[in-house]
């Protein structure tokens, strides 16, 4: 369970969440959607403590996350970064290991994790001695959705992970987070209407730091509480309409 | 060249200690400069004005700056120290700029993966950083194999006392050997720290990283062995400075040393008043000054008009009481200051030179200009030349021959006078001051070995004339033979 009350966080002058105030049930996965600047990242870094609120309470599973120390923290909350962030320097099977390994687990427990997920990622098991730059963009954003699930979180973040992969990739790495669904309580940020629709149980609208509306994918559709939201919904399905009218 | 290893082994000793020192030092200042960029700005900058000084005055500095805390100020400790010091900017810089160009998204994932500071430090930034801060270490080698050539002069033997030595008595292969030498053993550990740094890439392998760094310990190591085989008996230590006649003499006391049964060692090319205060403080035995020196330069004395048995006593008495040093004899010659000119164009004596000398230049030592008794002869002969021009010892004798200058200020013992026809002037008011050359033993010596002092003295006081002193250095100077060869034919 992740819990945001009331939550604020400043960037200079401006405030990059204001007043914030977010639940996410144990099991559900939230999506987070807006346009750039509205607000998605800065969210997802004060869950982990890569960020610190100026205001207001986050929770995860009931517990303070100030009360825990952030590195100590990060180890149980999985984190799949925008642009993925794999270690240029460690092997892809050290890389998807390397909370494991934080966390002390033994060599041959972590070397059997990660082979699970390799096999779990639909990803070839030799993969695990390559370099990240040998691998292909979504390869690369399998290995990063493996390194997440990796320690087993309690909780699992995901920062715009496939908006730098071609649809069809996309469409497969899709799949394989909505094949888990259940499994995890997380959130996943994007700025791609249609992604959270698909994987949210719900979806929560954010505009210019303020939430608009959280609501199940066919309420937003129908009934947009906002003019941002309608304007996001109304883009949405512009688009949409114009690939149907070449079909 | 047998002295070749021991140097060799000296200046991979001094060099490799420094580095190591620069790297344990430098390193955690990188990584502090670039935690805290506040304070890493002030690192930075103290270490590039540290660059700026001039590595010898670097290294002459430190000799005075050690002496005044009492530390040993002669020898390993203060070329060490400059090397060190020397060595840091590459290294922290290349750590700063390493770890600032660590990109910031692979950053961000190792602490959102749950590593802590210091794990994020040694699993991730320092890996990635370590190219350029190898980079950084591999420059700071090569200064410091190269800079060390120039801690001759404050004591510490290495290969640059083949460079400074050759260079004085014209020894163009020792010269070249020194630097060779030196050159060699930069590019080797230059080689052997990119190897290590190539093997610590992804995809190298322990072993390829490790064997090179084990190969540079090797080569520290090896360098230590000629420390603990010569640590019986404490030898002798004969200072010398930096011309052929001092390194002759060097030669001969330690020849004499040798037969009265006694190891001896010449610490060769020391500035001039390092060898001083090398003295004093008992970090050399033994070395020959000249009492002209003594008085105008140590002892602040006025020069003008004294004789030669009142500076040769006044500084024996000044030195016993003021240092504790003891003067054990005059070696029977003077070397002083003289004036030359080209013999077809001399001018007999100074009163002469002073009407032409605004139409002439004149050279001298680093030394001479800056010395009370040039003072003295500009004062009492009204000399003032069109130009004044400093220049290193070894060269002014071509410079004066070739025509770059007119007139110098050269050594009267000096075999080169004689071998290119040059003319003394003579100083008919008596303005230059006697420059007996003295043997002088550090404070508590002669008590200490009462035998070996005297065996010394027995050969040596007053057994060398002006005669016998100007034909040992001609054999250097003009006819090619090392001090040790030179010294040998005396007698």
Known sequence: MIELEAVTKRRGEREAVSDLSLRVAEGELLAL?????????????LVNRLLETDAGVVRVGGQDVRER?????????????????????????????ITCELLGWDAERIRDRVHALLEAMELEPALADAFPSALSGGQRQRVGVARALAAEPEVLLFDEPFGAVDPPTRDRLQALVEARKGTFTGIFVTHDLSEALRLGDRVAVLHEGELQQVATPAEILAAPATDAVRAFVAVGRAAAGRYRETE | MNELPTLLAAHARLALAALGAAVALGLPLGILAH???GLGRWVVGVASVIQTIPALALLAIMVPLLAAVAMPSIGALPAFLALVLYGLLPIVQNTLAGLEGVDARVVRAARGVGMSDRQRLRMVELPLALPVVMAGVRTATVWTVGMATLSTPVGAPSLGNLIFSGLQTRNHRSVLIGCVAAAALALVLDGLLRLAESGARPGGSRARTLAPLA??????????????SGAGGSPLRIGAKTFTEQYVLAALIEASAREAGAEAEVVSSLGSTVAFDALADGAIDLYVDYSGTLWATVMDRDTDGVTRDEVLDGTQEWLREEKGIELLCALGFENSYALVMRGDESLESIDALA?????????????????????????????RFAEERAMDPSLMYEALARGDVDVIGAYSTDGRIAAHGFAVLTDPRQVIPPYDAVLLARPGLSAERPVLVRTIEERLCGAID??????????????????????????
């Open chain 2, 355 to 383: 009407a032409r000398a605004p139409e002439l230049t004149v050279g001298g030592d680093y030394e001479l200009f800056e010395r009370p008794e040039w003072e003295a002869l500009e004062a009492r002969y009204g000399l």
């Open chain 2, 466 to 491: 002006a005669e016998a002193m100007r034909e040992l250095n001609r054999l250097v100077d003009a006819e090619g033979q090392s001090p040790v060869d030179a010294a040998a034919s005396f007698r």
């Open chain 2, 215 to 228: 190969l540079v310990a090797t080569i520290g190591v090896a360098a230590l062995a000629p420390l603990a």
């Open chain 1, 33 to 45: 959607v807006g346009g750039s600047g509205s607000g998605k990242t800065t969210t997802l870094e």
């Open chain 1, 69 to 97: 120390g952030p590195a100590e923290l990060r180890r149980t909350i999985g984190y799949v970064f925008q642009g993925v962030g794999l270690f240029p320097h460690l092997r892809v099977g050290r890389n998807i290991g």
């Open chain 2, 35 to 37: 935690r805290r960029p």
